[in-house]
């Protein structure tokens, strides 16, 4: 009878944990996304002091932030496994509500260009909050909880630009600021007082330097891997090009200004909630004809869908191409990761989907400067065929590399 007590006891445990962080996942998330729609309008309306492009500080905004990120995150993994999981959550949940309640207060882009770069050297609570929930939830249950975790990310996603862009155009972009820092701080206290950590940290690991390299070589020389990789990484390249010109392009052809905010939030709300429902679909769907075939048309249908985009003049016009935009690249996400399983050795997801977010973080870091760079030196409408363009590459790159299997890939 103990015995069984225990049972229920820890059970309850790590759901509480779960539900918990799933509420928590979504205020993060509705915290962190409401400041897209208007980021870049928000740099515009500060101006530069050191006389820099307003399209090249729009672009390193969003760079400056995934560069200390890439930088930051394997640092705070080690840190995870030395002292615990619920202890990055609430660093990430405290420190970014203190960031991006500094960021209502900054004189000037180039201020808040640093605020971002400290955002991405303390934060990271996906990451953090995923790392938690796999440690204590059982491992028959853990594809249950790290899908409601994902769940939790695609509600915050597609609420927070609709409530960011909704309040910057109401009260003004320092007001925007308020709410998600306190979102977050909310968030912060709830993984406080609420989860319970089993984990125990340990008190003798180290990391060896020669296995990590060792383990990243082996990775590389699985068939297939390298290709994925690429694919990834051209997803996200192409995708983050378009993110910091997409709010000035809604303005250039608005009247009514006072609006543009709410209308580039419903943009980027209706894109996440097209791309979490789809992502559902397409992953079940690639688990039965093969995820190789379905990440090659969702390639060349995202191409297809951005060329148009840059002949918009209306508003509705780039919302319902962004829309199918989303539908196409929820196909697309989940076969990159469903091919990473598939083409290398089980026990070693740590390693490749750590190798995963790191690639991704250097893809964003550079891509909003060569959006930026695109829209100064050519057009805005210029970066949409080049993101296509991108977007093609990657579909005859699958589509020539990619390996075959005899059962479904």
Partial sequence: MFGNRVRLQNTEAWQRTLYITFIAQIM?????SSIFPFLP???ESLGSSSQLSIEFLAGLVYSAQAFCMMLASPIWGAIADRYGRKLMVQRASYGGAVIILLMAFVQSAEQLVLIRAIQGLITGSVAATTALVAAEAPRAKSGYALGLLQTGLGIGIALGPLIGGAVADAFGYSAAFYIPAVLLLIAGVMVHFGVEETYIPSTTQTIDLRVFFTNW???FQSPGITT???MDMIAQLARMMVIPIIPIFIQSFLSDLGS?????GVVFGVYSAAMTMSAIYFGKLGDRIGHRMILIVSLFLVALIYLPQSLVNEAWQILVLQALTGVA??????SIGALLAKFTTHGEEGAVYGLSNSLRAGSRTIAPLMGAGIAAWLDIRATFVFTAAFYLLAGVLAAIKLPRFSSNS
């Avoid at 993060?28 to 962190?32: L, N, Q, R, S, V």
């Avoid at 690249?329 to 989940?334: E, Q, V």
């Fill in 41 to 43: 309008l928000y740099v």
């Fill in 228 to 230: 994925i990789y690429a």
């Fill in 28 to 32: 993060t998330a509705i915290g962190f």
């Fill in 217 to 219: 070589r082996h990775i």
């Fill in 329 to 334: 690249m929820g196909a697309i996400l989940p």
């Fill in 260 to 264: 543009v905010n709410t209308i580039t």
